[in-house]
C-alpha cells in the first residue's frame, strides 16, 4: 500500500464517470476534495497549478467502491492461511487442512480456516471428526463453512470449551451450529494473537486497496468476532493508508447500544442474527426445507428487533439485523414497525436501519421496506455462487421458492435502497464480479442495470451510512475515486430498448465496462482515498 500526501492532482486523456458531465475526460482533484470535471481541451488551465499531472491513456476514472458488509479478519485469515473455497472434493479438503497443519506444526495455537462447502463435493458431505482430527494431526483447528453459519471444530478444539456437548447446535461428529458453532469459533478466535489479528486485517486493507475499494463497513459483533477486534481494525484503518472503515456492533438493545456508542460504531447492528442462513439450513423459514424436516432456526423475535430498534432511535444510531429466510425477515418487519408506531415513522425512517442479506422477501416485506425506510445491504454473489436451477438455493428451498431470491430488480422498483457488498470471506472481495452478478442474475427477472449495480456499490454504501454526498464524482465531493485499465465502455441494462437509448450520446448516459460473463474485468491501477493514494499497480 502506498501513499501519496494531499496535494492537486490532474488527471486528463481518459473517461471521467461523472454525472456532472457524462462525456467528461479529465478531473482536477485539490486536496480531498473533487475541484472541476470536463474535457481535456479546459484541463489545460489547470496544468500549470498542478502538483501531478496524470495521464490515463484511455484509462477509466470511477468513484472508488464501497464494500457494505466484511469481516476483516476472518477475511485475512483466509488471504494469508487456510482457504477451502475451491476444494473440489473432501479427500481434496482434507489433504489441504492436512498439509497446512503440518507446515504450521506445534506452538502455531489454535488454527482457523474457512470455507469448506459440501454441497460443492461429489460426496456431498463434511469430514466426520474423526477424519478431521486424523489430517489435523491432533492439533485443535476451527474451519468455519463458507457461509460461516457452522463450522468445524477438532477434538482438540472441543475439549477447550467446557460443557460443549449440552450447549444447542451441538453433534459429536458433524458441524457445530448454533451456540455450539459460536462457541467453537469464539474459543478459536481467543487464541488469535494481536500480531496475527493485525497481520490479517492489513491483507484485508491492502486487498481491498488493490480492488478499488475506498470504503469498508465492518460488521462485528460478539457471536462473529469481538469487540477487541472492532477496535483494533478501527485503530488499524485510523493509522494506515488504505480504505477507510465504519464499524457496526451486533448486540442486541441497550448494552449493545453503549457498546457502540463506546466503541465508535456507526451502527448498533451488522451480523445481529435474526436467523442464519441457507447454506447451513439455520435461516429462518415459514415453510420447511426442501431437503429436511424443520423451518430453520430464529434467532429473535419481533418483541425484541422492537426494543432494539427503539433502543437505536432513541440513542440517534443506526440499527441492523441479519435475516435471510422469509420468517426472519417478517420478524424484522414487523419489529421495525411496532418502534414506528411508537416513535414515528418519520423518526425511525431518519435513521435508515439496515438488514443485512434480505435475500427471501415477499411482496410484504418488500413493500415494508420502502415504508419503513429501511437499507438492503445484499450481496449479489450470492446468487452467482448459490443460485440457478441447479444450485445450492434450488436444492435447499426447490427449484420455485430459490428462484424467488435476491429479486434486485424489484427492490428498485419499489424504492427500497440497496448498498451492495460482499459478506468477505463468505465471498471474495470482488466489486466488478459483484456488478456482473448483479446485472447477470441467475434469474434474469432480478436483474438490474450495471449502471443500477454500480451506483449500489459505490453511492449506495455511503448513503446507507448518511453520507448522500459521497460516491459520485463531482466538484465537491470527496475525491476518493479508482482508475481502471478496462476495454470499450457500453449501457448494460436487462432491456435492451433502454440500452439501446442510452448508448445514443443524446441520452448523455456515461458509460461503464463491459461486464457480459466472460469477459476479462477491470483492473485497478490506482485507489485515492480522500485524495490520498493508497494503492498503485
Not at 130 to 148: C, I, M, N
Not at 289 to 302: N, R, W
Not at 463 to 472: F, M
Amino acid at each position: 500500500m502506498t501513499e501519496r500526501t494531499s496535494r492537486t492532482v490532474l488527471l486528463r486523456g481518459g473517461n471521467v464517470y461523472s454525472p456532472a458531465d457524462p462525456f467528461a475526460t479529465a478531473m482536477l482533484v485539490e486536496g480531498g476534495h473533487v475541484a472541476w470535471v470536463g474535457s481535456d481541451g479546459a484541463a489545460g488551465a489547470y496544468a500549470d497549478a498542478a502538483d501531478e499531472i496524470v495521464e490515463l491513456d484511455g484509462a477509466l476514472v470511477t468513484p472508488a467502491f464501497v464494500d457494505a458488509h466484511v469481516h476483516a479478519t476472518a477475511t485475512g485469515l483466509s488471504l494469508t492461511g487456510l482457504d477451502l473455497t475451491d476444494c473440489a472434493s473432501l479427500p481434496e479438503a482434507l489433504a489441504r487442512i492436512a498439509a497446512f497443519c503440518a507446515e504450521t506444526g506445534e506452538g502455531g495455537g489454535v488454527l482457523i480456516g474457512h470455507g469448506w462447502d459440501e454441497t460443492n463435493w461429489p460426496e456431498g458431505r463434511a469430514p466426520s471428526l474423526a477424519e478431521l482430527d486424523a489430517a489435523a494431526g491432533g492439533a485443535p483447528l476451527y474451519l468455519s463453512r463458507t457461509d460461516v453459519h457452522s463450522g468445524l471444530a477438532t477434538g482438540a478444539l472441543r475439549a477447550l470449551v467446557p460443557g460443549l456437548a449440552d450447549t444447542a447446535g451441538h453433534h459429536p461428529e458433524q458441524p457445530l451450529t448454533q451456540d455450539a458453532h459460536h462457541a467453537v469459533r469464539a474459543a478459536a478466535l481467543a487464541h488469535l494473537t494481536p500480531g496475527r489479528r493485525r497481520a490479517a486485517q492489513l491483507a484485508t486493507l491492502r486487498r481491498a486497496a488493490e480492488l478499488g475499494i475506498g470504503t469498508l463497513h465492518e460488521c462485528a459483533g460478539p457471536q462473529i468476532s469481538s469487540a477487541e477486534d472492532l477496535a483494533a481494525l478501527l485503530a488499524l484503518a485510523a493509522e494506515t493508508p488504505g480504505p477507510e472503515v465504519h464499524g457496526y456492533w451486533g448486540e442486541l438493545g441497550p448494552e449493545g447500544v453503549r457498546t457502540a456508542k463506546t466503541l465508535g460504531a456507526v451502527g448498533a447492528g451488522g451480523d445481529l442474527f435474526a436467523d442464519g442462513a441457507l447454506g447451513s439450513r439455520t435461516a429462518c423459514l415459514h415453510d420447511p426445507y426442501a431437503d429436511a424436516p424443520h423451518t430453520g432456526i430464529a434467532y429473535l423475535t419481533a418483541d425484541q428487533v422492537a426494543e432494539h430498534v427503539t433502543a437505536c432511535t432513541e440513542a440517534d444510531l443506526q440499527a441492523g439485523f441479519h435475516a435471510i429466510g422469509d420468517a426472519a425477515i417478517t420478524a424484522v418487519v414487523d419489529g421495525v414497525r411496532a418502534a414506528a408506531d411508537k416513535l414515528g415513522t418519520d423518526r425511525v425512517r431518519a435513521l435508515r436501519h439496515r438488514v443485512e442479506h434480505a435475500e427471501a422477501l415477499t411482496p410484504e416485506t418488500l413493500a415494508a421496506f420502502a415504508e419503513l425506510g429501511l437499507t438492503a445491504s445484499v450481496q449479489p454473489a450470492f446468487d452467482a455462487a448459490w443460485g440457478g436451477p441447479d444450485g445450492m438455493y434450488a436444492a435447499r428451498l426447490g427449484a420455485e421458492r430459490a428462484a424467488a431470491l435476491n429479486p434486485f430488480a424489484a427492490m428498485l422498483r419499489t424504492g427500497v435502497p440497496l448498498a451492495f457488498g460482499s459478506d468477505a470471506p463468505v465471498t471474495p472481495l470482488d466489486p466488478w464480479g459483484t456488478v456482473r452478478a448483479a446485472a447477470f442474475h441467475r434469474t434474469p427477472e432480478h436483474r438490474i442495470s450495471v449502471r443500477a449495480a454500480f451506483t449500489a456499490h459505490t453511492r449506495g454504501g455511503h448513503r446507507a451510512l448518511g453520507h448522500d454526498q459521497d460516491g459520485v464524482l463531482v466538484p465537491g465531493a470527496t475525491a476518493s475515486y479508482a482508475i481502471w485499465a478496462t476495454t470499450d465502455l457500453v449501457v448494460q441494462a436487462p432491456d435492451s430498448r433502454v440500452a439501446g437509448w442510452s448508448t445514443d450520446p443524446r441520452s448523455g448516459t456515461p458509460g461503464l465496462p463491459d461486464l457480459t460473463p466472460g469477459t476479462p474485468l477491470p483492473t485497478c491501477l490506482r485507489t485515492v482515498v480522500r485524495g490520498r493514494t493508497v494503492y498503485e499497480r
